[in-house]
């Protein structure tokens, strides 16, 4: 009985701690739209916790009214007072892809982030940057009302703005690290 219990309980502290930070994923009204132009970015504040985690996977439903896929990587920073920094905590260049526009439906993005061992801590925004310029795209993401809003920034060199009451529901599952 005694090694039963010793078995047990090495094996629950062998187990990764998941858990989910960002928006709750809605795949239904998509309210908070922009072009994919290169450059620009569109993120939401996350609270990571006070320990350092790594982030697995980035998820979010988008309605591409585009012909075409629209290519995109991803890019975390930290909170600076209200906004952003400027300095991409992600060293690698993550690619993703927003499929094509089809039966007119919000469809789930997810990329997996674990390769890249993107380590963090504290408040930081996840963010898509779309790599090209797709005229007539209009990027449709679903969303929700009062929930700490998205941030976006027209290119490198503009300053980062915030929509204060509509939140982009983007999700990032973490594992929390010792």
Not at 131 to 153: A, D, M, Q, V, Y
């Amino acid at each position: 009985m005694v090694l039963l219990l010793f078995v047990v309980s090495i094996n629950a502290m062998g187990q990764d701690k998941i858990k989910t930070i960002g928006n709750k994923l809605r795949s239904g009204s998509t309210n908070t739209t922009f072009d994919a132009v290169k450059g620009k970015l569109v993120g939401v504040e996350m609270n990571a916790g006070k320990k350092q985690v790594q982030l697995l996977k980035l998820s979010f439903h988008t309605a591409n009214r585009s012909s075409d896929s629209v290519a995109f990587k991803v890019n975390v920073y930290q909170m600076a007072g209200k906004y952003p920094n400027n300095v991409n905590l992600v060293t690698d260049e993550v690619k993703g892809y927003i499929q094509k526009y089809r039966d007119g439906n919000p469809q789930l993005t997810t990329i997996d982030l674990s390769a890249y061992n993107i380590k963090v801590a504290g408040d930081i925004v996840v963010a898509i940057e779309f790599l090209e310029t797709k005229n007539g795209s209009n990027i449709g993401f679903s969303c929700g009302l009062l929930n700490g809003g998205t941030f976006h920034r027209d290119s490198e060199a503009a300053g980062w703005k915030k929509i204060p009451v509509v939140g982009a529901d983007f999700s990032v599952r973490v594992k929390k690290l010792n």
